[in-house]
């Protein structure tokens, strides 16, 4: 039967979870807070509150209701700058021939996204077409790793969980499609991944006659 085969945004389409990660720095520096690479992975897939809770519990530092949503927005206004002349140019390498291949053979796409800027950012690199569903940051209320994002997704396709597969470059994103029952596929390092059913650096790696394998 279909499968319902479901995109996180960042790190796996396009290339902003460098800008999450910059934008995320410099609000840390301002605060004194230490905050690395290392540290960036638990905010991958995770929702923009509860990444700021992450960095202020790693510096110990507690804040106002007002504190802490002006620090949201600042956050946001630095990402949405470096958004802000996103092109095709920025859909990562491989991504493209394998959103293609996908329709062609009739199964569904879809949009599994923390981030409540997906939609402009999936106009901007002119692939909206390409879903038939697209749910985000702004659609949910449990971030990831819970899993409603995704079983959104395949319950506004008519999918079940079973017959979906995620597609995910953050530890959260990968747990969500476990604990779902979905096909995790990890786009990265596949030891920071390791929990997900298959690991691939990057869609280059990814062949048509994998896609098909999925299919049976
Ligand atoms: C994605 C990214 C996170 C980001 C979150 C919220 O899951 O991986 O780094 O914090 O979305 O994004 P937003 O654009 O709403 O701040
Ligand atoms: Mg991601």
């Given amino acids: 039967s279909k499968k319902a085969f479901i995109f996180d945004l960042d790190g796996v389409i396009v290339d902003t979870a460098k800008y999450h990660f910059l934008a995320w720095q410099k609000l840390a520096q301002e605060l004194g807070i230490e905050f690395t690479p290392e540290h960036n992975e638990e905010l991958k897939g995770v929702s923009r509150v509860r990444s700021l809770e992450i960095i202020l519990a790693l510096g110990n530092v507690t804040a106002t209701d007002a504190e802490k949503e002006q620090w949201l927005y600042q956050k946001n206004q630095d990402y949405l700058a470096y958004i802000e002349n996103m092109d095709a140019s920025e859909i990562l390498p491989g991504v493209l021939p394998i959103l293609e291949y996908i329709k062609a053979k009739g199964q569904w796409i879809a949009l599994g996204s923390a981030s409540k800027n997906a939609r402009p950012i999936l106009e901007k690199v002119?692939?909206?077409?390409?879903?038939?569903?697209?749910?985000?940051?702004?659609?949910?209320?449990?971030?990831?790793?819970?899993?409603?994002?995704?079983?959104?997704?395949?319950?506004?396709?008519?999918?079940?969980?079973?017959?979906?597969?995620?597609?995910?470059?953050?530890?959260?994103?990968?747990?969500?499609?476990?604990?779902?029952?979905?096909?995790?596929?990890?786009?990265?390092?596949?030891?920071?991944?390791?929990?997900a059913q298959f690991n691939f650096n990057d869609f280059t790696f990814i062949e048509p006659s994998f896609i098909d394998s999925l299919l049976n």
């Fill in 126 to 195: 002119n692939i909206m077409h390409l879903f038939d569903a697209i749910v985000d940051g702004n659609d949910v209320s449990n971030a990831k790793p819970d899993p409603e994002v995704f079983v959104r997704a395949a319950q506004l396709l008519g999918a079940t969980n079973e017959n979906a597969i995620v597609f995910e470059d953050s530890v959260a994103g990968i747990q969500a499609a476990n604990i779902a029952h979905m096909t995790s596929i990890g786009i990265g390092d596949a030891k920071i991944l390791h929990e």
